[in-house]
């Protein structure tokens, strides 16, 4: 496909389970960001990637969570002993560069759900 | 005050009127603009983006920068019950420049 794909589209999951969430750029996108929509919140960032390399975590909501990226391509967003709070809709966008001039393409999201 | 600032509305219009979207940014050094369309339960849709001051068009869509008052807004002629949607303004600010930082978005609702 043509757009950035995330997977799975939905997962529920019991407290204090690890999840993890993938996602698939734009074929030739260098860059890669996580974002989070929870329920009545506006868009919020976690990180972003310059090929493999994460530069900044401080978006990161806590050291439950990590994100890592391989062969410059596909990331994964892992969550550990998730909490309640995490309950939102992880969205992946990537562009063509990092340059701040890039627009950012978002994928469909993953709604998490725990339980 | 919030980094992006937009009027949350509803912002309701009828078919073939044209719908302003403002936005509003604290960073006098933000460097890019951004306007996303999320229908509901959906992901944002980049609709259209504005580096310079003036006016960017596209179609139905005008983007409108004014960097001295540090506005930005999106006027959208003839709209459409398809145009109904929350309307997201992002901002690169000069502080993070690699990171979209997103107003609350405007829930714009077109009349048959």
């Known amino acids: 496909g043509a757009g950035v794909s995330q997977s799975p589209s939905n997962k529920v999951t019991e407290k204090g389970k690890d999840v993890e969430l993938r996602c698939d750029p734009i074929?030739?996108?260098?860059?890669l960001y996580w974002y989070r929509q929870s329920l009545g919140q506006g868009l919020e960032f976690l990180i972003y990637?310059?090929?493999?390399?994460?530069?900044?975590k401080s978006g990161l909501p806590s050291d439950r969570f990590s994100a890592e990226r391989t062969g410059g391509s596909v990331s994964t967003l892992t969550i550990q002993r998730t909490q309640q709070e995490d309950s939102a809709v992880y969205l992946c966008?990537?562009?063509?560069?990092?340059?701040?001039?890039?627009?950012?393409?978002f994928g469909d999201g993953t709604r998490l759900s725990i339980l | 005050q919030k980094e992006v600032e937009q009027n949350s509305g509803p912002l309701s219009v009828p078919e073939g009127a044209i719908a302003s979207l403002n936005c509003t940014y604290s960073?006098?050094?933000?460097?890019?603009f951004f306007w996303y369309r999320q229908y509901s339960g959906k992901s944002p849709e980049l609709i259209m983006f504005?580096?310079?001051?003036g006016d960017k068009e596209d179609g139905r869509f005008t983007a409108q920068l004014n960097k001295a008052s540090q506005y930005v807004s999106l006027l959208i002629r003839d709209s459409q019950p398809s145009d109904s949607a929350t309307y997201l303004c992002?901002?690169?600010?000069?502080?993070?420049?690699?990171?979209?930082?997103f107003g609350s978005g405007t829930q714009l609702t077109v009349l048959p």
């Open positions: 960073d006098r050094g933000s460097q890019s």
């Open positions: 992002a901002v690169t600010l000069s502080g993070s420049a690699r990171q979209l930082t």
């Open positions: 074929s030739g996108h260098t860059a």
């Open positions: 990637f310059q090929g493999n390399s994460a530069p900044d």
């Open positions: 504005i580096y310079s001051n």
């Open positions: 966008a990537s562009s063509f560069s990092i340059l701040s001039n890039q627009p950012q393409h």
